[in-house]
């Protein structure tokens, strides 16, 4: 069989390796900040406990030869945590071009209406036009605002010096034993691998679409744009469920979020379009009636809000309303929850 459906299924498995290849991902930064954690932990213990042993005052312990200390080499930890998961984003990428590459033909065959094949298609002239490699090399270190991946990276060391610095002044200002100073700091240094992993899944996921997506661009002839196809499990966000089946052009950008796992399903020539008279096969199944067929403790959790879910099953606000896209500078159009105070009253 094939049709819509079935290539709803095909990206579902690609969607799955795809994240077969992130978990692998996260391994890898983590292992590559323990380093970092463990030597932050070694250098706040030695200020806390100088800190403790002279009863100093926060802003004599800002003061200190070892907070300085600590703040230089905390920096110069990042930067080569950072050179070290920059190569390995860029790898990540590489890998979800090269799966994009087989997921693109094979979801398109897929998707193909019933008794129709790419080879019946290829011997009526309709060949399916692989992209070279060298077509997607700039997805590869390349983020969503088309700036290297390190530029994203960069602030890392920066941001993370200015909250360190301030969990240890709160921590000896309130009164905190130097255990708790210290889980305090490692909260705040945890940003870092945070960013991180954001940063990875989210450039990974998009070199995914965005490979995908050239593929079928450049075979217009076979594929008439694509559907948003969320991952459909009580984690997806709102606004990804809303806009799940939505149909966009080849040559438009899929509007993702921040660490978004939205794939894009190609919308297959159809019996129409190849001059046969035969009844259309059903359409697939859409986010917007995969959410309804939940039940209400899950529509509950994945509303994120009992407001916004009483509205919703009210009637006082519509599906599209709980959607708003916005247009950040780094990560571009990004279609996200719309803010409760948003919502019609």
């Known amino acids: 069989m094939a049709g819509p459906a079935e290539a709803q299924i095909a990206v579902e498995a690609f969607r799955q390796q795809l994240a077969g290849l992130e978990a692998a991902q996260v ?9 970092v954690q463990e030597n932050l ?9 100088l800190a403790q042993k002279r009863n100093l005052k926060p802003w004599e312990v800002m003061r200190l030869t070892a907070m300085t200390t600590l703040r230089t080499q905390l920096v110069g930890d990042i930067a080569l945590f950072v050179s070290i998961i920059q190569t390995q984003i860029a790898q990540g990428q590489a890998a979800a ?3 994009a590459e087989q997921a693109a033909f094979q979801t398109m065959a897929a998707g193909l209406p019933p008794g129709i094949t790419a080879d019946m298609l290829a011997s009526a002239g309709l060949e399916w036009n692989r992209l070279p490699r060298e077509a997607f090399a700039n997805f590869i270190g ?4 088309g700036q290297p991946v390190g530029a ?29 100073t210290a889980l305090a700091v490692q909260r705040a240094s945890g940003m870092n691998l945070t960013r991180a992993m954001s940063i990875s899944r989210t450039e990974t996921n998009r070199s995914f679409r965005e490979a995908s997506r050239l593929q079928y661009a450049a075979n217009s002839n076979l594929v008439k744009g694509y559907r948003r196809n969320s991952a459909r499990d009580s984690d997806v966000c709102m606004a990804c469920i809303v806009l799940d089946g ?8 899929l509007d993702a979020h921040v660490n978004c796992r939205c794939a894009i399903v190609p919308e297959t020539v159809t019996y129409q379009d190849l001059g046969l008279d035969v009844p259309m096969p059903p359409p697939a199944q859409n986010g917007r009636d995969w959410f309804r067929g939940q039940p209400e403790a899950t529509q509950r959790k994945m509303m994120r809000s009992p407001a916004r879910f009483e509205s919703w099953k009210s009637g006082s606000s519509s599906f599209d309303d709980l959607v708003q896209v916005t247009d950040d500078p780094v990560w571009g159009k990004a279609a996200v929850v719309a ?6 009253k």
């Open 142 to 145: 390349i983020a969503g605002d």
């Open 152 to 180: 994203l990276l960069a602030e890392l060391g920066p941001q993370s010096s200015v909250a360190v610095t301030e969990a240890i002044g709160e921590g000896i200002a309130t009164g905190k034993s130097p255990r708790q």
């Open 246 to 253: 939505k149909l966009y052009q080849n040559q438009e950008p």
């Open 41 to 49: 932990d070694k250098r706040v213990a030695q200020v806390t406990a």
């Open 27 to 35: 391994n890898r930064l983590v292992e590559a900040y323990v380093p």
């Open 339 to 344: 803010p409760i105070k948003n919502l019609p």
């Open 97 to 99: 071009v090269a799966l």
